[in-house]
């Protein structure tokens, strides 16, 4: 189960977060929708202290931080327990897609290689990619190193893969690859929290869903409930401008 | 007096300065392995800005670029014992070439650094994010993602850094070192044959700096071969569309090709 409670953030003088609450059960996929500069990205990366919250608690699992003492060792435990499906994608260049997935698995889980490579095989075949094992980042297509992204958070075994905005890099036309994917192991019950701007795909995949707004979280629920009856003015005035009768679908 | 040139006299001198570049070699790698390590840790500060350290490791850098090496080469050889006699040691009896290699050594370091930060500023800073996202300390994300990377980048840089340092531990015999160019000197003096022996060095010199540059191409070219875009297959298409464009572009009516271009 992952916890935030009162989560802040400001980069100098703007408050970007304000006291972000948010819950999410285990196996539950929850996707945070909002306008850009809302704060779902600036959260999201909070959670696994790639930025530094101003306060607030974050408890994952059997694992509680105070973000206003957070030890070296706190932040370790986080992202052990974390996993980060990148908008850049930011595999590691200088590896191919199998050394990728390893990667975490070798050097910080101390896996023994050869059990490291079998997973990592597994995995990257379960995302489409057994043919690519040698494969360099710079070989690949996008949503083809989206996936290996997708692998090597799926390598780590995390207690829940943070996804900031998967397909906003991608060609409309790879975007479909990459969301199967996320659809694929949504159904095998691992935990996610998806940023994202794929509000058809976000309709399907979500358990839960929270719109953002200037920091705060302005409304959340169930997805029937947020897309086809919002009750905040301002989740309304979003979701019109995305949802034209759900044609939008991938 | 000056002699007539006669051709003959530069392949006599060839094996005579070659009998030195054993000198000149290891002033160039000894001077080379104190450099990068003067350099990684002058570039440490920097890079992660720590309060003192990093003014101490500016200066440092901007005096040994801003400085000629000849000068530094006098500083150093008559300065640093006079100053260690004010401490109580007595250096007068260590060999020159110790003084030449520190020289050469904290010059290369000042260039070793810059090339260094540059190069690890130009690792992209989502790979140190998927690094931490991935669990690693700072200690393993910059050991195993951004410093083989930064290699990769900094390595063009440091052919030309290590081709200049080979040329100039030729100012070397202005200290009376044997080395390459200290040797040709001396050949001069002998045979008074100036130009022979100043074309024999030139020519050893290029040599070995052509070797130089070459093996260094050939790691250059290992060490990115993860930027290489290209699969095989797509190289044999690539080079069977070049094949096809030859067979047809004598056909292309003379002016026409262009305008093709730019359409």
Not at chain 2, 107 to 127: F, L
Request: net charge positive; glycine share 8%.
């Amino acid at each position: 189960m992952i916890q935030l409670k009162g989560i802040t953030k400001s980069f100098g003088r703007q408050q970007v977060l304000k006291g972000i609450g948010l819950t999410v059960e285990k196996g539950e996929v929850v996707v945070i929708l909002g306008p850009s500069g809302s704060g779902k990205t600036t959260l999201l990366r909070c959670i696994n202290y790639l930025e530094k919250p101003g306060g607030g608690e974050i408890r994952i699992g059997d694992c509680r931080v105070d973000c206003r003492a957070a030890s070296k060792k706190d932040i370790r435990e986080l992202r052990k327990r974390t996993a980060m499906v990148f908008q850049q994608y930011n595999l590691f260049r200088h590896k191919t897609a199998l050394e990728n997935v390893m990667e975490g698995l070798v050097v910080v889980q101390k896996v023994p290689k050869e059990e490291a490579r079998a997973r990592s095989v597994q995995l990257l075949e379960k995302v489409g990619l057994g043919a690519k094992l040698d494969a360099y980042p710079s070989q690949l297509s996008g949503g083809q190193q989206q996936r290996v992204g997708i692998a090597r958070a799926l390598a780590l075994n995390p207690e829940v893969i943070l996804f900031d905005e998967p397909t906003s890099a991608l060609d409309p036309e790879l975007v479909g690859e990459v969301l199967a994917v996320i659809r694929k192991i949504a159904k095998e019950g691992i935990t996610m929290i998806i940023v994202t701007h794929e509000m058809g795909f976000a309709q399907d995949v979500a358990n839960h869903v929270i719109f953002m707004d200037e920091g705060v979280v302005v409304e959340e629920g169930r997805p029937n409930e947020i897309f086809t009856s919002p009750k905040e003015e301002r989740t309304k005035q979003f979701l019109k401008r995305f949802t034209p009768e759900g044609v939008y679908s991938i | 007096m000056e002699q007539p040139f006669d051709i003959g006299y530069v392949f006599h001198f060839i094996p005579k300065l070659l009998s030195t570049l054993g000198t000149t070699l290891s002033i160039v790698a000894g001077s080379l392995l104190l450099g990068l390590a003067v350099g990684l840790l002058a570039a440490l500060p920097r890079l992660y800005r720590v309060p003192v350290l990093q003014r101490v490791s500016r200066l440092y850098v901007s005096f040994f670029r801003g400085t000629p090496i000849l000068i530094q080469l006098f500083l150093l050889y008559f300065g640093l014992p006079e100053l260690l006699k004010q401490a109580g040691a007595d250096i007068s009896k260590t060999p020159v070439i110790v003084f030449v290699i520190l020289t050469y050594g904290l010059h290369a370091g000042a260039s070793v650094c810059e090339m260094i930060r540059a190069a690890v500023t130009a690792v992209d800073r989502g790979q140190v994010e998927a690094a931490y996202a991935v669990g690693m300390t700072g200690y393993r994300a910059f050991t195993r993602i951004v410093f083989p990377q930064a290699i990769a980048i900094a390595l063009p840089v440091f052919s030309n850094l290590l081709l200049a340092l080979t040329k100039e531990t030729s100012l070397a015999f202005t200290l009376g070192v044997m080395e390459m160019t200290g040797k040709a000197q001396s050949l001069t003096t002998l045979t008074q044959h100036f130009l022979e022996a100043y074309l024999a060095l030139a020519l050893v010199y290029f040599a070995v700096c052509f070797t130089m540059e070459k093996l260094l191409l050939r790691a250059e070219r290992r060490l990115l071969k993860h930027e290489r875009q290209e699969s095989e297959a797509r190289k044999r298409f690539r080079s069977w569309k070049k094949l096809q464009w030859r067979r047809y572009s004598p056909e292309f009516p003379p002016g026409g090709r262009r305008q093709g271009y730019e359409a």
